[in-house]
């Protein structure tokens, strides 16, 4: 748990600080809260130290908010005055990172919200689900026994004319043996190999068998096959855009790249272990 998590959980229990002498209006980001020993704790600040706490705090009303906010950020100030000198390289990394981070952050926010439109998602969803061919649903039933002797005459029987539904419901020892050894509709690789294999070489009405899994040995009727329907666009408008942003970002990426002026340390001239080094970054 971070420290600003910390404070504001603190602020939100047992705050008994009170708030005089503040603006009533907020002006903007810079509009001053508090001076503290001559910092300034700015609207802004209190913001974006609202916007990172855990969901459960946001749930808290405002003005519960704004005070507990308030005094974990005088709190942090005091305390980041008993501080003195330069800060640490644990600080100025951590700092450095964290601007890094939010830049780019803004960044990637930037070319996403510039290539994900309605009229791209439209296309993605047109070229994905609409003009390919998205394979076959297949809807088939099997009887599942332990001995491959065992698939074998109940395989005689079914060809001699035992109903398929009955012989599951009393020999198969699958879960789906009560319903007859209905397994639904599935899709190609939704099934083990051996039996996904036996089914996608199957025609309509036909038996095969017995085919060996791990489970044991099945008998597998093909009852009835469809091609697989596109899914609403609402369902895949998300996956679409995270698609079409990341492609985008993906170029952006490589053209910075090509134009940069990029130079890495070796790896082989590098000890990677010093990465879980902490104590270089004490001063």
Known sequence: MSNRIKFAAFGLAAFTLGTQGFAQEALGPSTVIASVNGQEITLGHMILMRDELPDQYKQYPDDILFQALYSQAVEQTLLAGTVAGEPSNRVKFSMENTLRDLQSGLAVERIFDEQVSDDALQAAYQSTYLDVDLGVEYNASHILVETKDAADALLLGLQAGLDFAEAAQEHSTGPSGPSGGS?????????????????????????????????????????????????????????????????????????????????????????????????????
């Not at 099934?191 to 089914?199: H, K, L, N, Q, S």
């Not at 036909?206 to 596109?230: C, D, M, S, Y």
């Not at 609402?234 to 910075?256: N, P, R, Y």
Request: negative net charge; aromatic residues 6%; hydrophobic residues 50%.
């Open 183 to 283: 397994l639904g509709w599935f899709e190609r690789g939704a099934m083990v190999g051996p039996f996904d294999a036996a089914v996608a070489a199957m025609e309509v009405g036909a038996l095969a068998g017995p085919v060996q899994t791990q489970f044991g040995w099945h008998l597998i009727k093909l009852n009835e096959t469809r091609p697989v329907e596109p899914p609403a666009f609402d369902l895949v408008a998300e996956e679409l855009a995270d698609q079409i942003g990341t492609d985008a970002l993906t170029v952006v990426i490589e053209s910075l790249k090509a134009d940069a002026n990029i130079i890495r340390v070796a790896p082989e001239d590098f000890d990677v272990s010093l990465l879980g080094d902490l104590s270089l970054l004490e001063n």
